[in-house]
Structure formats: structure tokens, C-alpha cells
């Protein structure tokens, strides 16, 4: 039984919502929902196979969930710099990533907050997440998961054309 559902005693479980977002331009370029049991880690290389269609990635800003060697390489491969934070006892060794390493010697090096200043880590995700659910709300009003999504991602979708009025 998840934690949440015990505490609270909750029978449904809940939508976990992935975007990835335009930094520049606040838009939502690509998004994934799942449901509560999917790690956000295993959704990074879907998510950027669907936003490099649409735009032009040259790095990926992420928080620790994302944190693993699979991301790490694929985003080197794909030649995208990948800025993600990484666990607080992480080690140097290489072990098949070096660009995880990499990331590992530069936090430790600076302090957590002037690595996000270094690469203006701020959290776009967070804020289009919190402008997404004052406008349109927390809920969904669907039942079935397939109805769910489809509402999740209109909802997406206004928020993209209310980002597009408003810059213009």
C-alpha cells in the first residue's frame, strides 16, 4: 500500500504528470502522464524524443529523479547537454558515464545554490506546474485513465495557446 494512500486513506491513486518545457518561451513542448507506480527517471528519454521533434534541445535542465547513468548517457549520445542535479552522496567514478561524473565533480566543486546560479537553474517545470493547476485546477474530472490523459493534455494545450497570447 503507498504511503499516501494508508495516511490518508485514499482509495484512488493519483496521475503523475511529466513536461518538458520550453525555458525561453514557458511552452509546454512535450508531456507524459503515468500513473503513481512509474519513476520519473524511466519517462526522461520519451520526453525528449518528443520535444526534440518540435524544437531544438542543447541541454535538459532536471532534478534529482532523474539522477541515473541510462539518462546521463543517453543525453550525452544524443549530444545534448544534460544539467541534472545529482544525488548528495554521489561518487566520481566514471563506471560507463563520464558525463555523470562529470556532473558529480562540478556540484561537489561549487556550493547547490551557485551551481544553479552557474547554469540559471531555475525551475520553469515547477512554474508552469503551478500556473497549470491555479488556472485550471488539481483535478481531473474523468474516471477512466484514457479519459484522464486526454484531459490532462488539453488542459496542456490551453495553457500553451494562453502562453502564446500573452508573449505576443
Same mark, same amino acid.
Given at each position: 500500500?503507498?504511503?499516501?494512500? #494508508?495516511?490518508?486513506?485514499?482509495? #484512488?491513486?493519483?496521475?503523475? &504528470? ?30 525528449? #524524443? ?19 547513468? !541510462? ?8 549530444? &545534448?547537454? @544534460?544539467? &541534472? /542535479? ?11 558515464? @563520464?558525463?555523470? /561524473? ?8 561549487? *556550493? ?7 547554469? *540559471?537553474?531555475?525551475?520553469?517545470? !515547477? ?6 493547476? *491555479?488556472?485550471?485546477? !488539481? ?21 500553451? &495557446? ?7
Amino acid at each position: 500500500m503507498v504511503w499516501i494512500r #494508508k495516511v490518508w486513506k485514499v482509495k #484512488k491513486g493519483y496521475l503523475k &504528470i511529466h513536461f518538458a518545457v520550453n525555458t525561453k518561451t514557458k511552452q509546454i513542448v512535450s508531456m507524459h502522464v503515468t500513473s503513481e507506480k512509474v519513476h520519473d527517471g524511466k519517462v526522461l528519454k520519451r520526453l525528449v #524524443k518528443s520535444a526534440v521533434k518540435s524544437v531544438r534541445v542543447r541541454r535538459v535542465l532536471a532534478d534529482g529523479a532523474y539522477d541515473s547513468r !541510462e539518462n546521463f548517457n543517453f543525453l550525452s549520445q544524443s549530444g &545534448i547537454k @544534460p544539467v &541534472i /542535479r545529482v544525488r548528495g552522496n554521489a561518487v566520481a567514478r566514471s563506471r560507463g558515464c @563520464p558525463s555523470r /561524473r562529470d556532473a558529480v565533480l562540478e556540484q561537489k566543486s561549487l *556550493r547547490s545554490r551557485a551551481w544553479g546560479r552557474v547554469h *540559471r537553474f531555475r525551475w520553469v517545470v !515547477e512554474g508552469v506546474f503551478s500556473v497549470v493547476k *491555479r488556472v485550471f485546477g !488539481e483535478y481531473v474530472l474523468a474516471r477512466k485513465f484514457v479519459n484522464m490523459v486526454k484531459e490532462v493534455v488539453m488542459k496542456a494545450y490551453l495553457y500553451n &495557446i494562453f502562453v502564446a497570447l500573452t508573449s505576443s
